[in-house]
């Protein structure tokens, strides 16, 4: 089965760094386009950024310049660099992969909290 097992989270100060870390199994992770989403209370959940299978990445307005997503596929890990936070970056982070088998296919992981406050 799919699992995807984010980590990372915490609390920070204005300004400060995180980077979250998101574990999967459970299909070939090199075939997956892994994306970060995040979801502040009272909010919908919204885009920040994916990479795909073949390496393209893209960003959130929001993030870019600040974000930085990765995979490791030998890890089967992708990352979230997070620098410069702000106070409106605080939510809880999701992990998230989409699947082509042959139909698409979309998995979340449980979410890690990230609160940037002075």
């Known amino acids: 089965q799919v699992r995807l097992v984010e980590s990372g989270g915490g609390s920070v100060q204005p300004g400060g760094s995180l980077r979250l870390a998101c574990a999967a199994s459970g299909f070939t992770f090199r075939s997956g386009a892994m994306s970060w989403f995040r979801q502040a209370p009272g909010k919908e959940r919204e885009f920040v950024a994916t990479i795909t299978n073949g390496g393209y990445t893209n960003y959130a307005d929001s993030v870019k310049g600040r974000f930085t997503i990765s995979r490791d596929n030998a890890k089967n890990t992708v990352y979230l660099q997070m620098n410069s936070l702000k106070p409106e970056d605080t939510a809880v982070y999701y992990c998230?992969?989409?699947?082509?088998?042959?139909?698409?296919?979309?998995?979340w992981g449980q979410g890690t909290q990230v609160t940037v406050s002075s």
């Open positions: 998230k992969v989409t699947l082509f088998r042959p139909t698409t296919e979309t998995y």
